[in-house]
Structures are given as structure tokens and as C-alpha cells.
């Protein structure tokens, strides 16, 4: 059964870090590009960030840029979002994506595979 799911989400301060990981059973994640998206309540869901199958090059929203960093660990199968200087805009629920070509963060439906997504709140 292939399936994503994402965890690390959680009550984080403003400037405060998550780090939110997305496992992949019955495929292997280095073999996707692998996208973080986010929604916000009320809002449309909005990509946030990221990287590619062949040469894990990185893409970022100009929301998030300097501020997240996503990477990717093949041996674990897993792919990583590092945010760092959280702001309350950064409420939303995250989710994470597979394409099975190029990756994008604004082209959702190049995303075969998605997670349930994981609630991350910024608030003091």
C-alpha cells in the first residue's frame, strides 16, 4: 500500500524551529520529487518548498526562503522540512507530495501521492 505521512508538527513559538519529516511506505521516496505544500485556514493550500529526484535540487516559496530547508534521506526513506524563525503566517497544516518526475511548488498536479498532514501552530 503506498502511503505518505507526515509528522513533527506541533505548538512552537514565534522564532521558534520544527522539524517536520515525511515517511514513505511501499515506494521509495529518492525516487520522487518530493514537494512540501501548506493551508492555512481559509485559505488555499500553497506550495512551500521542494526537491527533486535526480539531483536534489531545492526549490522555496519566497515566503520561506532562508527560513526552511528541506532534504532528504534516502537510507531512512524519508524527507525532511527544517523551518526555522517560525511567524504566526507559518500556521497551517502541512502536507507533503510525491511526483513522480519534476517537482514544483506551484503545479500541484504533478503530485501522485499525498500525506494526511500535520498541524503546525505558531502562536505565543
Known amino acids: 500500500q503506498v502511503q505518505l505521512v507526515e509528522s513533527g508538527g506541533g505548538l512552537v513559538q514565534p522564532g521558534g524551529s520544527l522539524r517536520l519529516s515525511c515517511a514513505a511506505s511501499?515506494?521509495?521516496?529518492?525516487?520522487?520529487?518530493i514537494g512540501w505544500f501548506r493551508q492555512a485556514p481559509g485559505k488555499e493550500r500553497e506550495g512551500v518548498s521542494c526537491i527533486e529526484s535526480s539531483d536534489s535540487s531545492t526549490y522555496y516559496a519566497d515566503s520561506v526562503k532562508g527560513r526552511f530547508t528541506i532534504s532528504r534521506d534516502n537510507a531512512k526513506n524519508t524527507v525532511a522540512l527544517q523551518m526555522n524563525s517560525l511567524k504566526p503566517e507559518d500556521t497551517a497544516v502541512y502536507y507533503c507530495a510525491a511526483a513522480p518526475f519534476t517537482c514544483s511548488v506551484t503545479e500541484e498536479f504533478r503530485y501522485d501521492y499525498w500525506g494526511q498532514g500535520t498541524q503546525v501552530t505558531v502562536s505565543s
Open positions: 511501499g515506494f521509495t521516496l529518492e525516487h520522487y520529487a
